[in-house]
């Protein structure tokens, strides 16, 4: 009897396991971008872009949309994937967008939140229950004039190799001619929560664990690793990653317009990237950058 129950216990176990495998990871990186419909309107078309994990059951949807002004969230339909074989294996994009309109000037958070990250994230702790979130504002200020997010060309999922230097780039650009500046931040796991356990990607535990000299780990193998954002052109660099696997980072992209002689921070959107470190023999993969 007490065999028949540790095999029945067993037995459900896995089936949860397969089932939870399955189903629970999809979002990888992803941001809010805004457009205004005219100067002369209050009406904004706000769209969400998110990246994928396709060997997921789970679609992008049932999450929760903030405009930042105090009206009812939108609650998102279920969209489904558009398959990305260019970016990776199992790597896809969704894009969502809706119009809402604003009663009067201010300055608004948008948010996103939905469930859950996929798994294995190394720099997070158990990403695959942690919560997507991220937000970008929106400035109505009919003195400062029309307001619209920057664009952002490049994906942010990118690859990179054990050893070698890693560059990135958003390509973002602003459509109202605003100058843009670039920082780091923790990805979030609800506003103004951030992930638990986040690290740096070049944090000495990522190097012991596949046997590297953290003091030696830099590409031209001189000096540790290091990790930074170009504070102007937003070129991010990792020189070098360590151990293979899935890491994630988040930026800030601020807008800034020059009035009356004095920089004004229009606003700004939080871009949550995903970097796949691979074994590549210290070749750098070879990426087709729009």
Same mark, same amino acid.
């Given at each position: 009897?007490?065999?028949?129950?540790?095999?029945?216990?067993?037995?459900?176990?896995?089936?949860?396991?397969?089932?939870?495998?399955?189903?629970?990871?999809?979002?990888?990186?992803?941001?809010?971008?805004?457009?205004?419909?005219?100067?002369?309107?209050?009406?904004?078309?706000?769209?969400?872009?998110?990246?994928?994990?396709?060997?997921?059951?789970?679609?992008?949807?049932?999450?929760?949309?903030?405009?930042?002004?105090?009206?009812?969230?939108?609650?998102?339909?279920?969209?489904?994937?558009?398959?990305?074989?260019?970016?990776?294996?199992?790597?896809?994009?969704? @894009? +969502?967008?809706?119009?809402?309109?604003?009663?009067?000037? /201010?300055?608004? =958070?948008?948010? $996103?939140?939905? !469930? #859950?990250?996929?798994?294995?994230?190394?720099?997070?702790?158990?990403?695959?229950?942690?919560?997507?979130?991220?937000?970008?504002?929106?400035?109505?200020?009919?003195?400062?004039?029309?307001?619209?997010?920057?664009?952002?060309?490049?994906?942010?999922?990118?690859?990179?190799?054990?050893?070698?230097?890693?560059?990135?780039?958003?390509?973002?650009?602003?459509?109202?001619?605003?100058?843009? @500046? +670039?920082?780091?931040?923790?990805?979030?796991?609800?506003? /103004?929560?951030? =992930?638990?356990? $986040?690290?740096? !990607? #070049?944090?000495?535990?990522?190097?012991?664990?596949?046997?590297?000299?953290?003091?030696?780990?830099?590409?031209?193998?001189?000096?540790?690793?290091?990790?930074?954002?170009?504070?102007?052109?937003?070129?991010?660099?990792?020189?070098?990653?360590?151990?293979?696997?899935?890491?994630?980072?988040?930026?800030?992209?601020?807008?800034?317009?020059?009035?009356?002689?004095?920089?004004?921070?229009?606003? +700004?959107?939080?871009?949550?990237?995903?970097?796949?470190?691979?074994?590549?023999?210290?070749?750098?993969?070879?990426?087709?950058?729009?």
């Amino acid at each position: 009897m007490v065999k028949c129950i540790r095999r029945l216990s067993l037995l459900v176990v896995l089936i949860l396991m397969t089932a939870f495998s399955v189903n629970a990871t999809h979002l990888r990186a992803g941001e809010i971008t805004i457009r205004r419909e005219s100067c002369t309107s209050l009406t904004f078309i706000i769209t969400i872009t998110v990246y994928t994990n396709t060997g997921s059951d789970i679609r992008f949807g049932d999450g929760v949309l903030d405009f930042g002004d105090g009206s009812d969230p939108h609650i998102t339909p279920t969209v489904e994937n558009t398959r990305r074989p260019d970016l990776g294996p199992n790597i896809g994009t969704v @894009s +969502y967008s809706i119009a809402h309109t604003y009663g009067g000037p /201010g300055r608004f =958070v948008i948010s $996103y939140l939905e !469930p #859950n990250r996929n798994a294995g994230i190394l720099n997070m702790f158990n990403s695959v229950e942690t919560r997507f979130y991220m937000e970008s504002t929106v400035n109505i200020d009919p003195f400062l004039g029309c307001d619209n997010s920057p664009r952002l060309l490049v994906p942010p999922i990118d690859k990179a190799c054990t050893g070698a230097a890693w560059y990135h780039n958003p390509g973002a650009y602003d459509p109202d001619g605003d100058s843009l @500046s +670039y920082e780091f931040t923790v990805p979030k796991r609800d506003k /103004g929560i951030e =992930v638990s356990n $986040y690290r740096d !990607p #070049n944090v000495k535990e990522f190097y012991d664990r596949i046997g590297l000299d953290y003091n030696h780990a830099n590409e031209g193998g001189t000096a540790p690793p290091t990790f930074s954002i170009n504070a102007v052109t937003g070129t991010i660099i990792w020189d070098a990653p360590g151990a293979p696997g899935e890491y994630n980072i988040a930026f800030i992209i601020k807008q800034w317009r020059k009035v009356a002689g004095v920089w004004i921070n229009q606003g +700004y959107v939080v871009r949550d990237m995903q970097i796949i470190v691979e074994d590549c023999k210290n070749k750098r993969p070879e990426l087709t950058v729009p």
